[in-house]
């Protein structure tokens, strides 16, 4: 699959990224806009600065495609951002100049009662799949907790939780994706179709494409929860401070 638009349309990045969004304005933000941090970039750690080229929310795999072209064509760097969670604001690009990806739109959801597959959008956050997964047929698979984690980079890096002990990683759940490659195509990937593109998803994707949507085998969410404390007693504060003092 690919997309029909032709960068030749263009004679600069933005007017090919708004070309791209038919001239829709929620769906890029450039520097020139007064609230574009804030209303746009919102960068996970505000000790880095990161200034992208561009924030795109693409609706479709096909505006991730035309997306892709425009930043190859003026060769920028792609970036897509899931959740933002990054301390070094690498969802962004982690350096001036990209163009970001906000798959923010990208939280469709469906569950096979059959075979008990999960679809998942790339934009959908940790409580999201959580929520979805239990509402769906009672299901749950492998991943952290943090609830603001978006799924898309979550399950093709790694994505370890309290349940990995019993379960493996999240992307040990991994069975078939949805990707927009560098070249700007959509392809499924899985172990029966582009195996070799699916092995590079599972830990390598940004170097390849964008992930639109991933599908997940999943597991009965356990019936019982086990909840515990401890509490560790190392000393007094008042000896604890001499001894520090004496250090």
Request: proline content about 4%; some cysteine.
């Amino acid at each position: 699959m690919g997309n029909a638009f032709s960068t030749n349309m263009a004679s600069t990045l933005q007017e090919c990224i708004e070309a791209v969004s038919h001239g829709r304005a929620e769906f890029a933000g450039f520097p020139s806009d007064p609230s574009y941090q804030t209303a746009w970039v919102k960068p996970y750690n505000l000790e880095i600065p990161v200034t992208p080229a561009a924030v795109v929310r693409p609706q479709t795999a096909e505006d991730i495609a035309g997306f892709i072209q425009c930043a190859a064509a003026y060769n920028v760097k792609v970036q897509a951002k899931s959740g933002g969670h990054s301390y070094g604001n690498y969802g962004l690009g982690g350096v001036d100049g990209a163009v970001a990806i906000d798959m923010v739109h990208f939280q469709h959801f469906s569950l096979d009662n059959t075979t008990w597959l999960a679809t998942i959008g790339a934009g959908t956050r940790l409580k999201g799949v959580a929520q979805k997964l239990h509402d769906a047929g009672g299901r749950a698979i492998a991943m952290g907790v943090s609830p603001g984690i978006g799924i898309g980079g979550h399950a093709t890096i790694g994505g370890l939780g309290p349940i990995s002990r019993m379960w493996g990683s999240c992307l040990d759940h991994v069975v078939e994706a949805e990707v927009v490659t560098a070249d700007g195509r959509i392809q499924r990937a899985s172990d029966a179709q582009n195996p070799d593109l699916f092995w590079t998803l599972k830990g390598a994707v940004s170097g390849f494409g964008v992930i639109t949507e991933v599908v997940f085998r999943t597991h009965p969410e356990p019936a019982t929860v086990v909840q515990y404390d401890y509490t560790i007693t190392i000393g007094s504060q008042a000896a604890m401070a001499t001894s520090y003092s004496a250090w």
